[in-house]
């Protein structure tokens, strides 16, 4: 199997997040007829993180997520591209990985490893669970593949999502002044934030707030009794100034729930690599057990997410040489 076909083969098989068991079972059997030992390391249900190691303890790890946002998309390629779900985010990603760890034990290094988490996209869930395994402790460098375009990225955003909950009094709309209306105040706070003057900082940028989803009222008929909005920050402080924010604009009027929370993270700069700040952000603060964290992977983040995902033959080929010299790099840090 060559790369393109292997990349192809992975985008489709859907995982999307929730639902990464019959991918992570693919990908498992892939390596273990590869040589490697695996682990399926469960994380719930039927979920599991993938964990291949030689019969070496690992000192660097090449590590992305399986799970993609819907809906899945099966592939399809051109002379220049291969596209669907996943393709960039993180397939194509995994795809180069794989060939390069297989390529370097060719080489005679064996201290190294796989590892390939469920629900990236969503939680972390997966990161969070692979953070306390015991082979962790023998890790010295994780080198994590997002899309930075086969830039070394020096730092990531963190993030901050959350939920915003108002609660009013229903009443019948010809006389509102009966009831009182959740999704009135709910515009209220959500007017606030969006006139905030967000923290700024020189290394990773700008704050930015994104509104993904409003849900509120029954009919139009009816004072809305309850409302809510899902939002999502990317963070370039610590998250404790942001929730500062969040909280004064929400005052009496909401009840902020906070869903998950990764801090702004600075991964190690190499000499001879490419470097970027990316503003997304990875699995990588939740994989603090698994020594210094670097992050770099082929495809662009404005293709992930997309009707139009793809990712280049190309770069591809390239992340293969650029995770194997960077493996190299590492080794001979030692």
């Given at each position: ?13 859907p995982?999307?997040?929730g639902?990464?068991g ?7 059997a ?14 719930e249900?039927f ?7 030689t ?8 590590s992305?997520?399986m ?12 002379e220049e591209?291969?596209y ?8 194509g990603?995994?795809?180069?990985q ?10 005679g290094?064996?201290?190294i490893g796989l590892?390939f988490?469920v629900?990236e996209?969503m ?6 669970a692979?953070?306390s395994?015991?082979?962790?402790q023998?890790c ?10 086969n830039?070394l ?14 609660e009013?009094r229903a009443?019948?709309?010809a006389?509102p ?9 709910l ?5 606030e934030?969006?006139a ?5 900082d020189?290394?990773f940028?700008?704050?930015t707030?994104?509104i993904?989803?409003?849900?509120g009222?029954?009919?139009p008929n009816?004072i809305p009794?309850?409302a ?9 402080t610590?998250s ?10 929400a005052s009496?009027?909401a009840?902020?729930e906070?869903?998950?929370?990764a801090?702004p993270v600075r991964?190690?700069a190499?000499?001879?690599f490419?470097q970027?700040?990316v503003?997304f952000t990875t ?5 603090h057990s ?7 992977g082929?495809?662009s ?5 997309t ?5 280049k033959k190309?770069e591809l080929e ?9 493996v190299?790099?590492l080794?001979?840090?030692?």
């Amino acid at each position: 199997m060559n790369l393109f076909n292997f990349t192809r083969q992975l985008i489709d098989i859907p995982s999307v997040s929730g639902d990464e068991g019959e991918f992570a079972a693919y990908l498992a059997a892939q390596l273990e007829n590869a040589g490697y030992a695996v682990e399926l390391q469960r994380v719930e249900d039927f979920r599991a993180n993938v964990i291949a190691t030689t019969n070496h303890e690992p000192r660097v790890v090449l590590s992305t997520h399986m799970d993609t946002v819907p809906p899945h998309t099966p592939s399809s390629e051109d002379e220049e591209y291969i596209y669907g779900r996943g393709a960039c985010d993180a397939k194509g990603i995994i795809a180069a990985q794989v060939f390069a760890a297989a390529a370097l034990r060719a080489e005679g290094l064996n201290d190294i490893g796989l590892l390939f988490t469920v629900d990236e996209e969503m939680g972390s869930l997966g990161a969070r669970a692979a953070n306390s395994h015991k082979l962790a402790q023998s890790c010295r460098y994780l080198i994590n593949g997002e899309p930075t375009e086969n830039l070394l990225a020096v730092g990531s955003k963190g993030s901050l999502r959350m939920r915003i909950r108002t609660e009013g009094r229903a009443a019948h709309s010809a006389y509102p002044e009966r009831g009182e209306s959740a999704i009135e105040k709910l515009l209220d706070v959500l007017g606030e934030l969006r006139a905030t003057n967000w923290p700024r900082d020189d290394f990773f940028g700008e704050t930015t707030c994104n509104i993904g989803t409003i849900a509120g009222g029954t009919r139009p008929n009816v004072i809305p009794a309850e409302a809510s909005a899902d939002l999502q920050i990317r963070l370039v402080t610590e998250s404790a100034r942001v929730k500062e924010i969040v909280e004064g604009a929400a005052s009496t009027l909401a009840r902020v729930e906070y869903l998950s929370t990764a801090e702004p993270v600075r991964m190690l700069a190499v000499d001879g690599f490419e470097q970027c700040v990316v503003r997304f952000t990875t699995d990588i603060p939740y994989l603090h057990s698994w020594g210094q964290p670097l992050l770099i992977g082929p495809g662009s983040i404005l293709d992930a997410h997309t009707e139009h995902e793809r990712i280049k033959k190309s770069e591809l080929e390239h992340a293969v040489e650029l995770y194997k010299r960077l493996v190299r790099t590492l080794f001979a840090r030692e």
